[in-house]
Every structure is written in structure tokens, then in C-alpha cells.
């Protein structure tokens, strides 16, 4: 078990099985040192500022991200591979009158920083979107950089 | 011609001319080993799950792929040349209760496989959106990597 | 001062302090040779084809992309070190027949190639949202390539 798990552990966290991808692509693609990780959304479905609230999608938020985190671990064998977390893209699915989706993000992106430290602050854009897959309230995607290559799985 | 021109050919498919940028943008812009490709919608108009079926819009999904190959093409003269698709992001325009945009982001997933094989398969984020421009049902983008840098023409 | 920030002058337009991010998150990101910067909205609210027209939309994707430019500016310690604009990502809060989008986002295109010249021009999608974070009718983000890294900053 490496650092991160560890980490992982003394959060009182626990990661999920990692999870198919639901069409044609895949959960993680390698270009060179950078991990592009496929967009996924949370359980949780409904809309922010209506049926779920802000802190519940915080929550669903940190959820999603154990879920890529999950999926990047599978394809590449060890999160201590992950030496940086380049860029985050947060959609929040909002009732009309709801604007705080970066509070939202910040659910996934504490959880980054706590595991990473300063390696794990990134590159954000928290935007709002009308309707997601599955009806899900929030989607998540990274991007995010790996080392020690020559010890890759993936 | 090159291998990947003679699979479109085997499938059946006939890229398009290559469409000009609607505004003050490139087709591709080439970054060390990447080519980001910009945002292109389909000439198909209208809401997913409204006046537009889900199957209609994977057919639209499709046809904008080879809209945005056309552009690669063009770009750097030799399809040949892209050895693997990075990642593809896919907005479809939704009706308040469709939530099956995975499903219509595989027209454009499946034909990249079918093109490049293993190569072909990529990270991927599909999306709602409630408008795009031009009324336009899917918008992709995408981010491949170059190789035969040498011989590329542009 | 630097080229870009004589051109700045010239064209009559003035950095604006670089804000901080309003969640937990980075400004900017360096990765390797590129460096990815964080969505940001417009201090403008409303949606574009409702309270706000496309011209006052196309003055804020401007507006943005100064502020964009003034986190840059600290970030890395001089724009000169930014060799070239790869990618741009805009989105518009649109009124339900809002449809030019484009258009709207040009506001920022425009401005980096009147600084950057071809280097300037970049892979771009502009896409409509139904909401933003602030109620903001543009949100802007990118990535650049910045080059001397040597000397820089940060």
C-alpha cells in the first residue's frame, strides 16, 4: 500500500470499486507524462438548488472523485504513480437560480489537496449544466500527471 | 492514400470538405506531440430527447467526427499521422429529460475505434448543454497525438 | 515592461488586478511546457440574448481575458514567456435562442491575436451553459505554452 492509500485511510476513506466505463471509451488514456481521466458522474442525481442541495452535492462532489481516483488506480497500479493534479473540470447540473458551483467542486478539489498536498492544487473551471448523464447532479474530469513511468501497469 | 483513408473508405464513409472556423479560431492548433482540435458542431439542428431522436443524434455525432477529421486532414496532411486519440469531450443539446448523452457521444467514439483500433480508443467526457451555437443538436472536440513529426506539413 | 504588455498599451487596455480564486483552487497550473489556467467568469451577469445583449457579452469575454491574462501576469512574472495561446474553452450563459455563441467568445480571441499575432490563434470551443457560477453571462478558461522556462517566476 503506498502513501496515498494511506492517506486515504487516515481520512477514514475508503475508495470504491472502480467502475466500467457505461460506453465507448476508456477510463483512463496515457499521453506521454499526463493521464487524461474520463469524465464520470456522481450517484447522486437531481438538480443543485432544487432536490439536492448544495452541501449533499459537495458530497457527491468528494464521492466522485473517490470514483476517479478508484479508475486511476486500476489503470496505472499505484496513486503514488500520480505526482500532480494538473486540471480539474467540474459540471454542476443546477436549478435555474443556482450559482455556487465551485462550492461545489470543492468537494472533489479538498479531497485532492488533503491526499496530494501541494502537488494535488490544480487548474479548476466549475461550470453549470442544465441536464447530465443519467440525471446525475455533478460530473467530474482530470487531468493529472504521472512518474516513475518505466513502473507503470497501464 | 494512407491506411486510415482506406479504412474510411472500407466502412463506406467519405470525409467532407474541410469546414473553415466560424469566427476568429483555428481548426487544430499543434502543441509539441498534441493537436487540439476545436469544437465543431453538427449541421443537425435541435434538442436531443425533443425533435431530435437519441439515434439521429449518434448518426450526428458521427457525421461531426468526420467533420473534425476532415480538419485534421487538412491540417497535416496525412491522417496516417495521428498515432492515438487523447481524449474526445461531446456537448449534446438536451431536452429537460434526456440524460442518455453517453450513448449519442459513441456515433463519434465507435467510428475512432473502427478507424484507429486500440489507438483509437480514448478518454472521454459527454455532456449536457441546454444551447450550442447555431441551435446545433452535438458539439466535439478533441485531442490527439502526432506522430512523424518531421514530415508533417503544418 | 515586456512586448505584450507594450501591446497591451498600445491597444489602449489595462491589466486589472489578478484576482484570487474564489474556491480551493489554483490560478494557474504549470505542466511541463504548457500551462493550464483556471475558468473564470465575467463580472457581468445575465443571460446573453436576454438582459445582456451579444455586444456587452463580447466587451465581457474581453474583460475576462484580461483576467485571465493579469493571473498570468503573476503567475509567471512576465506574458513575453507565453510562446503561444493552444486552447481556448469559452462558455455563454444563453437565453433559450441564444445560438451565437461564437461570436460572443471572439471578444477574447480577437484580443490574443492582436497581442500574440499568429501565435496568438488557438484550437477554440465555444459553447452555450444555462447557468454559470455568479449568475456570469461568459466563463473563460486555457491553456498556454510558455517557453524560457529558465527564467520563470513561478
Redesign the interface.
Known amino acids: 500500500m503506498g502513501r496515498i492509500e494511506d492517506r486515504l485511510r487516515e481520512l477514514g476513506l475508503v475508495l470504491p470499486a472502480p467502475k466500467a466505463?457505461?460506453?465507448?471509451?476508456?477510463?483512463?488514456?496515457r499521453?506521454?507524462?499526463?493521464l487524461?481521466?474520463?469524465?464520470r458522474v456522481s450517484a447522486l442525481k437531481g438538480e443543485v438548488g432544487g432536490d439536492v442541495s448544495p452541501a449533499e452535492a459537495r458530497d457527491a462532489a468528494r464521492d466522485t472523485m473517490l470514483d476517479l481516483l478508484a479508475i486511476v488506480l486500476r489503470d496505472i497500479g499505484d496513486l503514488d504513480h500520480v505526482v500532480?493534479?494538473?486540471?480539474?473540470?467540474g459540471?454542476v447540473?443546477?436549478a435555474?437560480a443556482?450559482?455556487?458551483?465551485?462550492?461545489v467542486?470543492?468537494g472533489a478539489?479538498?479531497l485532492l489537496?488533503a491526499l496530494w498536498g501541494d502537488a494535488g492544487?490544480?487548474?479548476?473551471?466549475?461550470?453549470?449544466?442544465?441536464?447530465?448523464?443519467?440525471?446525475a447532479c455533478v460530473?467530474l474530469?482530470m487531468?493529472v500527471?504521472i512518474g516513475k513511468t518505466s513502473d507503470l501497469v497501464g
Do not use: M, W
Open positions: 466505463p457505461v460506453a465507448n471509451y476508456l477510463g483512463t488514456k499521453s506521454g507524462d499526463l487524461f481521466v474520463s469524465g500532480s493534479i494538473e486540471q480539474v473540470r459540471f447540473r443546477s435555474p443556482f450559482a455556487a458551483q465551485p462550492a467542486i470543492d478539489s479538498d489537496v492544487r490544480h487548474a479548476r473551471t466549475a461550470t453549470g449544466a442544465a441536464q447530465l448523464p443519467f440525471g460530473q474530469e487531468v500527471r
